[in-house]
Each structure stands twice: as structure tokens, then as C-alpha cells.
């Protein structure tokens, strides 16, 4: 049976889901695994969405279905992606997990995998606080949390400005959010899933370990 993964991200200008998709295609290279994209409802209003600009930017995933908060339990492992807010998850991606109150008094996530990725407009823009205040809620509902760890050398690489943390892959956007994600930081995504998948194979198949 297919190790089924969930990716259920937030994205406002299409830098998340840039590396979702890259998490999404290392997570399929580790073999018999079933991946679905989700994305967390907007809260933002229709009118600020175009002001903003993120209209047009969201169009590229605008078909990616809806997370609910029932269908996590049918996954045995969920990578969160989220941007980061003065250091923390936005709000579109908290109100999501506000309403996983249900699964946590049935218990439906306690052994499950889970594990985060994120993006910030600086280069100290609260990354790593922001994957690991997102932990705090992993650990509340059980899950067993999975990063990224030094076998991904990627992570050490000096010879240019780029995200990636042992917590989890990250992105910078920049200020205006013209930058795009880069190759080192797509290829530290793409071992995030294939790490999480193989991680969540071992536990599928001892489910007396998790």
C-alpha cells in the first residue's frame, strides 16, 4: 500500500507553493508513495487580494483543492508549508490548525509525521521561529516531528545567499517578493520530502515504533 503524504500549504505570492511543488516531487522520487497538494483557506478579503497583487500571483495554484481538517487523518505523514509572520505562521494556516480541535481529542494524528517549510522576505526574517513555534502544535496533536538533517549538504553551502535550516526548508522572498526560489533551496525542498517519505515508509511499516 502507497505511503500516503499530504502537503497542505498557504502561499500569497506563489513562493511556498513553488517549494511545496519541490517537496512534492522529492516526496514521489522516494517510490510507492501518494502525494496531494492542499492549501489552507484564504481569509484575506477579494478586494485586498487584488490591490495587492496576490490575485494574480494565487491564479497559478488556484486548483489546488482545499484542506479540511477531518482529511488530515487520512494521511500518515503532513508537510506544513507556511510564510513567515513577525516570526510565526500567518493567520490563514493558524485558523486552519485552530480547528484541528476534533482530531485532537480523537487522537488522530498521534503518530503520524509531520513537517515544515517556510519562507521569509529576509535573510533574518524569523525562519527558523517560525518552524518551530509551527512544532509546538506538531507535538500538542502527537505527530513526530521530521526536519532536515547535515546528510543534506546543501544546508553548509557558503557561496551564495540561501535558505535551509535543520528545522526545515525555506525560501527568501525578498522585500517586494521578486526573488524566486532558488536551485540550492528547491533541491534542500526536494530532500525535505524524500526524507519525510522515507522516514514515514520505516514508520508504516512498524507502526509499534511510532
Known sequence: MAT??????????GHIYKMAEAIAAGARAAGDTE????????????????????????????SIPIATPDALADADAIIFGTPTRFGNMCSQMRNFLDQTGGLWMSGGLIGKVGSVFTSSASQHGGQETTITSFHTTL???GMVIVGVPYSEPRL?????VSGGTPYGASTLAGADGSRQPSEN?????????????SITKRLVARPNLA
Not at 533551496?185 to 517519505?197: S, T
Request: charged share 15%; glycine share 6%.
Open 4 to 13: 500516503k503524504i499530504q502537503i497542505v500549504f498557504y502561499s500569497s505570492y
Open 185 to 197: 533551496e528547491l533541491a534542500i525542498a526536494r530532500f525535505q520530502g524524500q526524507h519525510v517519505a
Open 156 to 160: 553548509v553551502n557558503m557561496s551564495e
Open 139 to 141: 507535538l500538542h496533536h
Open 35 to 62: 502525494v496531494t497538494l492542499l492549501q489552507v483557506p484564504e481569509l484575506v478579503p477579494e478586494d485586498v487580494l487584488v490591490k495587492s497583487g496576490m490575485k494574480g500571483y494565487r491564479a497559478a495554484f488556484s
